[in-house]
């Protein structure tokens, strides 16, 4: 192998190096023009943010201040008579609202042969409550009522609260279960 260089002058390959030189030189131009772009914007944009924090920020305190005026001026035991009223308002509403018809549908639907109602009562504690005394021969039936009354999916957490063998030979039972009416089903008739 010859290691000696016959040319009187030595060719090198500097085109290639420069091409590639000025090609790496444009990519770092363009992404640091880009990087400088996004700079100059996203720090406007920090600016206009900034801004709108603060007028939030201020806004915010002015309706504080606002709010602990107003409450300053109201009467506590004025405000505490209102809201009875309403109270009393709203539980009057509720009574009226509740449909009995549609309640006694559901029952006539449900209630077996050997089962009779001896009582309903509603009650309100936080959800519709309906306190149903039966009195059947078997304690089967009682379950069957139950369960066919589960199905309609209007009545919820039903259970059987006191379940008496009376002195004729018939059952006495307490059912309670939470009673919620489907919106805009009219009871059959």
Known sequence: MINTNLSTRPFYNARAVTALLALLSAIV????????????????SQRTLGAKASASEREAARLHEDAVKTLARVDQKELAVVDKAA????????????????????????LPAD???TSVQQQQSGRQMVVIKTEA??????????????????????IARNEV???????????????QPRAGKEAKP
């Open 87 to 110: 109270r009393e308002a709203k539980a009057i509403i509720d009574q009226r609202v509740f449909s009995w018809t549609d309640l006694f549908s559901h029952f006539e639907q449900t």
């Open 165 to 179: 063998l009376m002195e004729n030979d018939v059952y006495d039972a307490t059912i309670e279960a939470a009673y």
């Open 137 to 158: 021969r078997n304690i089967d039936d009682v379950d069957k009522f139950i369960e066919a009354l589960e199905k309609t999916g209007t009545f919820h957490d039903v």
């Open 29 to 44: 131009l363009a992404v640091t023009a880009y990087n400088l772009v996004q700079l100059i914007s996203l720090t406007g």
């Open 115 to 117: 089962v009779r109602i």
